[in-house]
């Protein structure tokens, strides 16, 4: 493990995961965090710093305070849906603050590693398992600030090794309850709790997703970032594909009070990919990684912070 890791995004879902993963390792930890954003978590041995990724100067002057070997890029807009109605701060986030990491890191010299977070969604639609090699079309603003992003990192002169993961979906505690399966597992604690009528709002239940581990994508970021050859992309994700429908029945059947379910056609996303899976053999083949936790522990993980929080 590098010596001096920056975290950006650290407060987020797959950041703070990461956060989790790299704290007592050694290492001296710098996390940032958004100016005004989510409040950083207590995690031992990280030290927190408020940047905006916007603000050329300040994260110059970040970078040159902490003149990490490695980095961790993981802020940025994540969301899809949220995407399409922010197109200009997705795009804003995701590749004008890439730039400005970049750029601040070329100036303060030394040769870190650097792994940016891609998407599975810059691919072309296809119901076949998408390989790294895959045709890149992607049908959303958010995978298209995403592709620009990645071709933006690829770019990078001078030194700095810039790794590429790109992550299929990833799920489990923590997640932000606009991501479908934590808000239906925060809505299933919060019937349980008396807090709500026993119902569920749902849009389009047909699409199939490659869904991983947050902790098994994070453990690939890792991976990625010290051992993967630089420019060079790597898919993060199982190899199969579950239909939204049997994810939201397999935490239905965990719920302790019956739920009735409603589709709400409001909930339908412009342009939804109907299927979204991936090939992980070059991550499996180069690295050696493979998922780790099983898919129902990550529901029942998921359903159980919800409960905690809503007691």
């Given at each position: 493990?590098p010596?001096?890791?920056?975290v950006?995004?650290?407060?987020?879902?797959a950041g703070g995961h990461?956060?989790?993963?790299?704290?007592?390792?050694g290492?001296?930890?710098?996390?940032?965090?958004r100016?005004?954003?989510?409040?950083?978590?207590?995690?031992?041995?990280?030290?927190?710093?408020?940047?905006?990724?916007?603000?050329?100067?300040r994260?110059s002057a970040?970078?040159?305070?902490?003149?990490?070997?490695a980095?961790?890029?993981?802020?940025?807009?994540a969301?899809?849906?949220?995407?399409w109605?922010?197109?200009?701060?997705?795009f804003a986030i995701n590749?004008r603050?890439?730039?400005?990491l970049?750029?601040?890191?070329e100036?303060?010299?030394?040769?870190p590693?650097?792994?940016?977070?891609?998407?599975?969604?810059?691919?072309?639609?296809?119901?076949?398992?998408?390989?790294?090699?895959?045709?890149?079309v992607?049908?959303?603003?958010y995978?298209?600030?995403?592709l620009?992003?990645?071709?933006l990192?690829?770019?990078?002169?001078?030194?700095?090794?810039?790794?590429i993961?790109?992550?299929?979906?990833?799920?489990?505690?923590?997640?932000?309850?606009?991501f479908?399966?934590?808000?239906?597992?925060?809505?299933?604690?919060?019937?349980e709790a008396?807090?709500?009528?026993?119902?569920?709002?749902?849009g389009n239940?047909?699409?199939?997703?490659?869904?991983?581990?947050?902790?098994?994508?994070?453990r690939?970021?890792?991976?990625?970032?010290?051992?993967?050859q630089p420019?060079?992309?790597?898919?993060?994700?199982?190899?199969?594909?579950?239909?939204?429908?049997?994810?939201?029945?397999?935490?239905?059947?965990?719920?302790?009070v019956?739920?009735d379910?409603?589709?709400?056609?409001?909930r339908?996303?412009?342009?939804d990919?109907?299927?979204?899976l991936?090939?992980?053999?070059?991550?499996?083949?180069?690295l050696?990684w493979?998922?780790?936790?099983?898919?129902?522990?990550?529901?029942?993980?998921?359903l159980?912070?919800w409960r905690?929080?809503?007691?």
């Amino acid at each position: 493990m590098p010596s001096d890791i920056l975290v950006t995004g650290a407060a987020g879902f797959a950041g703070g995961h990461l956060l989790d993963r790299l704290a007592g390792g050694g290492a001296d930890v710098v996390a940032w965090h958004r100016p005004g954003g989510t409040p950083p978590r207590d995690v031992a041995g990280v030290r927190w710093d408020a940047v905006d990724l916007l603000d050329s100067g300040r994260v110059s002057a970040a970078i040159a305070r902490a003149r990490p070997s490695a980095v961790y890029h993981c802020a940025g807009e994540a969301h899809v849906g949220r995407a399409w109605d922010a197109t200009e701060s997705a795009f804003a986030i995701n590749v004008r603050g890439t730039h400005n990491l970049l750029q601040a890191l070329e100036a303060a010299g030394g040769s870190p590693r650097v792994l940016v977070p891609s998407s599975a969604l810059i691919y072309e639609t296809s119901d076949r398992a998408h390989s790294e090699t895959h045709p890149v079309v992607p049908a959303s603003p958010y995978a298209l600030s995403k592709l620009a992003q990645e071709m933006l990192a690829s770019r990078t002169n001078g030194p700095i090794a810039v790794t590429i993961a790109r992550p299929f979906n990833h799920f489990g505690p923590r997640q932000d309850p606009f991501f479908a399966a934590s808000g239906w597992a925060r809505r299933i604690a919060d019937i349980e709790a008396g807090r709500w009528a026993p119902e569920i709002a749902v849009g389009n239940l047909d699409a199939r997703r490659d869904l991983t581990d947050v902790r098994d994508t994070v453990r690939a970021y890792q991976l990625i970032l010290e051992r993967g050859q630089p420019r060079r992309p790597y898919n993060i994700c199982t190899g199969h594909a579950i239909v939204i429908r049997e994810l939201l029945d397999r935490l239905l059947a965990r719920a302790r009070v019956p739920i009735d379910v409603k589709v709400d056609p409001a909930r339908y996303r412009p342009n939804d990919t109907p299927v979204v899976l991936g090939d992980p053999s070059r991550l499996r083949d180069e690295l050696g990684w493979t998922p780790s936790i099983p898919f129902d522990q990550t529901l029942d993980d998921l359903l159980e912070y919800w409960r905690q929080r809503s007691q």
